[in-house]
């Protein structure tokens, strides 16, 4: 960020908005950066306003599944736009956008259009305090749920990144009745369970978490989950909004086998427009206004264009079905990624699921934030700024996870791997200083 133009765009920006931008992860403050302007994207490259070109990893922070302006999905929101931007009435794109997600994902018989994943996991909790007459919910550490009051406790991502356990103006009261408990460990839920099991109405979880870095579940846990809500009369909850038409078309319920009561989506659906969803059974589902007494509702929800983008995109992974290759090529990258620091000796360990992949400068396994967080986040800063220099952009945290798109081919992947080995090699120069 050298550049006359990018200088004067971020004084212009921090001049009006906090720190610049429109969410905190953007300041590239945890990597003691400037942020980026973006001035336009194009398949799996970033272009910004300094003139360069990025591979991009972080793809809008996942709704980029076909990487960046796919002409089938400007097109649908070109040929929307010109018919109106917005209704407030019905359109028969919502209604197809909704069959196209009911048809895909096991758990979502209804669903309801919101305009972020934020509100599709507060309207999701809603719900299921509604339906049980219960009031705590459970969580996992790290595990990033949006900016509601409720969630607000030990959430990762831009929480973390910025090392605030919690945030000023979350009343006590809300946070209270959130219970965070350490990710892929049952015996933690168990102990919950018992003190509080009649009074929790949902458990909520990324069921591959990826504001944390990538934390796979461990074998049993999901399965583990689901049987313990069942058995206490809880909801189970899959926070969706990353995994969702990412890790696998029907996302990790179809994945893994295991079918939550409630599923929030948002990213992949809405094809890089403000586009979430909150669905579940036909029963609890219709518990939702007007059908039922729980409040809900939206100006813009169900925006034609967010709703042409997103059916644009899913019909085009339906199309190409590119779930397999997407997998392999994240696999590769990791591989080698992990093979350049072991080369020179630097602990690293990672993962892909899907085309969700994630690396830590730890020797591994990462199977919580507490181990996450005993990453080496001072050598990611170094190696951070010289993959970046290098023209690859990955999310500027040690606690997100990094995507993949089908426009990313297997050259971008090598051209990936180069770049990763020399910032590697820098990362090595920095600590001899
Ligand atoms: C991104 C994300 C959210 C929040 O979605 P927004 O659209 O940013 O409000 C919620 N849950 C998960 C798992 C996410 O990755």
């Not at 302007?37 to 272009?47: K, M, T, Y």
């Not at 590119?322 to 090529?329: A, N």
Request: hydrophobic share 45%; glycine share 12%; net charge negative.
């Amino acid at each position: 960020m050298t550049s006359r133009v990018g200088r004067d765009l971020l004084e212009r920006a921090r001049a009006v908005m906090p720190g610049g931008v429109s969410s905190p992860v953007r300041a590239f403050g945890s990597v003691g950066l400037d942020p980026r302007f973006a001035i336009r994207g194009e398949g799996a490259r970033l272009h910004d306003a300094s003139g360069r070109a990025y591979l991009d990893y972080v793809l809008s922070w996942g709704p980029l599944i076909l990487g960046h302006a796919h002409p089938a999905v400007v097109e649908a929101i070109q040929r929307a736009a010109r018919d109106g931007t917005s209704f407030g009435v019905t359109t028969e794109r919502e209604v197809a956008l909704a069959e196209h997600v009911v048809a895909r994902v096991p758990g979502v018989e209804m669903l309801r259009f919101v305009n972020s994943g934020t509100e599709a996991t507060m309207s999701a909790i809603r719900l299921a305090r509604a339906a049980t007459g219960r009031e705590r919910i459970v969580k996992f550490d790290g595990c990033y749920h949006g900016h509601a009051d409720s969630f607000l406790v030990t959430a990762g991502s831009g929480v973390a990144t910025l090392g605030l356990p919690d945030s000023p103006g979350v009343p006590r009261a809300a946070s209270a009745l959130t219970l965070s408990l350490p990710y892929n460990d049952l015996d933690a839920v168990d102990v919950a369970f018992d003190r509080y099991g009649d009074e929790i109405a949902a458990v909520i979880v990324e069921p591959v978490v990826g504001n944390a870095g990538l934390i796979p579940p461990v074998d049993g846990f999901l399965e583990g989950l689901r049987e313990r809500s069942t058995r206490t009369g809880a909801l189970l909850v899959f926070d969706e909004v990353m995994t969702g038409f990412r890790v696998a078309r029907g996302g990790a319920q179809e994945r893994y086998g295991v079918t939550p009561d409630l599923t929030t989506l948002g990213k992949v659906l809405g094809g890089g427009l403000p586009v979430a969803a909150y669905g579940g059974p036909r029963e609890l589902m219709e518990r939702v206004a007007p059908a039922g007494p729980v409040y809900q509702a939206g100006t813009l929800s169900g925006n034609p264009l967010g709703m042409a983008a997103g059916l644009a995109q899913l019909e085009e992974l339906d199309r190409t079905d590119p779930f397999d290759d997407l997998e392999r090529r994240a696999a590769t990258l990791v591989r080698g990624i992990l093979a350049a620091a072991e080369a020179r000796g630097i602990p690293m360990c990672g993962s892909a699921v899907g085309s969700m992949w994630g690396v830590y400068f730890a020797p591994g396994p990462v199977r919580s934030f507490a181990d996450a967080k005993a990453s080496d986040t001072a050598r990611f800063r170094r190696y951070y700024a010289a993959c970046l220099e290098g023209g690859v952009f990955f999310a500027p945290s040690p606690f997100e996870a990094g995507f993949l798109s089908t426009a990313h081919t297997d050259g971008d992947i090598a051209e990936t791997v180069r770049v990763v080995e020399a910032a590697l090699d820098a990362s090595l120069e920095g600590m001899s200083i």
